[in-house]
């Protein structure tokens, strides 16, 4: 079996153990109070759902072969009112 520490100058030894030694070289670990990533509310409202501050409404979502043959049909699907009719045939 080879040792692969053998293969190494000494000096890169040297400079490692060293390194490992400094108490300069050591930090402290941060709390996470102190790095927490704060993200400020853009889109919604605190005080209510962001699912009640969409428009929804039922559609059917149908999706055909090229002859018009429906091979997939869902009914009373209930989607954002602003989704256009692919996005809803996509999602369903």
Same mark, same amino acid.
């Given at each position: 079996?080879?040792?692969? !520490?053998?293969?190494?100058?000494? +000096?890169?030894? #040297?400079?490692?153990?060293? @390194?490992?030694? *400094?108490?300069? /070289?050591? !930090?402290?670990?941060?709390?996470? +109070?102190?790095? #927490?990533?704060?993200?400020? @509310?853009?889109? *919604?409202?605190? /005080?209510?759902?962001?699912?009640?501050?969409?428009?929804?409404?039922?559609?059917?979502?149908?999706?055909?072969?090229?002859?018009?043959?429906?091979?997939?049909?869902?009914?009373?699907?209930?989607?954002?009112?602003?989704?256009?009719?692919?996005?809803?045939?996509?999602?369903?």
């Amino acid at each position: 079996m080879i040792d692969a !520490r053998h293969e190494l100058p000494s +000096s890169t030894v #040297a400079r490692s153990s060293r @390194r490992a030694d *400094s108490k300069s /070289s050591r !930090r402290t670990v941060p709390t996470a +109070s102190e790095h #927490a990533l704060k993200i400020e @509310r853009v889109f *919604s409202t605190a /005080s209510i759902h962001p699912f009640d501050q969409i428009e929804w409404e039922k559609r059917t979502a149908e999706i055909a072969d090229d002859g018009g043959k429906v091979i997939f049909k869902q009914e009373n699907v209930e989607v954002p009112k602003s989704w256009s009719v692919l996005a809803t045939k996509v999602v369903v």
